[in-house]
Nanobody, 122 residues
Framework: QVQLVESGGGLVQAGGSLRLSCAASGSIFRFNMGWYRQAPGKQRESVAVTYISGNTNYADSVKGRFTISRDNAKNTVYLQMNSLKPEDTAVYYC?????????????????WGQGTQVTVSS
């Protein structure tokens, strides 16, 4: 079992930055880790993934603006969000244990945090 706790959300103006953190209760070195978001009335979507290998992947909508990173020694994953837009407004969730399947792409794992709200004002 891994418990995940997100922090760092808040209200920011368009063009601003936020850094989200996801602290895990156990070791994350054996997990692929991801950030997801869910806006009101929309499905949850993948934002960024950091693989055990060190590779990363991003949704097209955040490429060049968001950076995912991990510190295995601290059991923490980060999401640096720059040049924020109103459409980035959502609850952001941390996920552990996902995997990439050639037939269907990256699938989320079983472990989820409680989410942190990010609101970007125009």
């Amino acid at each position: 079992q891994v418990q995940l706790v997100e922090s760092g959300g808040g209200l920011v103006q368009a063009g601003g930055s936020l850094r989200l953190s996801c602290a895990a209760s156990g070791s994350i070195f054996r997990f692929n880790m991801g950030w997801y978001r869910q806006a009101p009335g929309k499905q949850r979507e993948s934002v960024a993934v950091t693989y055990i290998s060190g590779n990363t992947n991003y949704a097209d909508s955040v490429k060049g603006r968001f950076t995912i990173s991990r510190d295995n020694a601290k059991n923490t994953v980060y999401l640096q969000m720059n040049s924020l837009k109103p459409e980035d407004t959502a609850v952001y969730y941390c996920n552990a244990g996902g995997m990439y399947l050639p037939s269907s792409g990256y699938r989320s794992g079983s472990y989820w945090g409680q989410g942190t709200q990010v609101t970007v004002s125009s």
